[in-house]
């Protein structure tokens, strides 16, 4: 089910070209398991997307492309990855189990984490695979004179919840929820100038 990568890495400096021409000894300076588990497709397609927007006041729009976090796939690269706290994580089910009572999870969080352009918006859809109620997203708008709403109560309706995120707002959202859910996956989709 792992797989053992082990990374080494050589430094010669100055070496006479008889010493970089002997066999060297190597060191294993990092030892990294990976699952192998395929990468996570977007749950969310683009008419979804176009839609959410709609619901939103936002018309011809063209979102691009999406990136998803999940259980499976919680990280992507050093500006983009999901930061959870109190939570069960299940890869196996791409399953994230959040406030479940039951485990001893309450509290819990999910931080999206990302590194966007601030004169582009952002869609963030999530899907839940079990449990009914709502989830609270909050984020913040760096140097805002006049900052909008930080928060919003969305209801989770036929297993998934979205917003549509301000103008200046590319770095990172929080979800929160009071009821007991099994989150999925969330995808991040940018559109805009």
């Known amino acids: 089910m792992f797989r053992l990568t082990v990374v080494t890495a050589f430094l010669t400096i100055g070496a006479s070209p008889a010493l970089a021409q002997s066999p060297k000894k190597t060191n294993p300076l990092i030892a990294v398991p990976q699952l192998r588990i395929g990468q ?3 749950t969310a397609t683009a008419q979804r997307t176009i839609e959410v927007l709609r619901a939103a006041g936002i018309m011809n729009v063209r979102p691009d ?13 050093p500006q983009t990855f999901l930061i959870l706290k109190r939570v069960s994580i299940q890869p196996e089910r791409n399953a994230i189990l959040m406030n479940d009572a039951s485990m001893g999870l309450e509290g819990s969080v999910a931080k999206i984490q990302w590194f966007g ?34 928060h919003a109560d969305v209801p989770i309706i036929d297993g998934r919840a979205a917003v549509v ?6 770095s990172s959202v929080i ?13 991040v989709t940018p559109f805009g100038p």
């Open 117 to 150: 352009n601030l004169d582009r918006r952002y869609v963030v859809d999530c899907s839940f695979g079990s449990g009914a109620g709502s989830v609270q997203f909050e984020w913040s708008v760096p140097l805002s004179s006049d900052p909008p709403p930080n």
């Open 65 to 77: 492309a999406p990136f998803t976090l999940s259980a499976r796939q919680p990280y992507i690269d």
């Open 40 to 42: 996570v497709q977007p």
């Open 165 to 170: 995120l301000p103008a200046a707002v590319a």
């Open 175 to 187: 979800l929160t929820t009071r009821q007991s859910v099994e989150l999925s996956s969330c995808d």
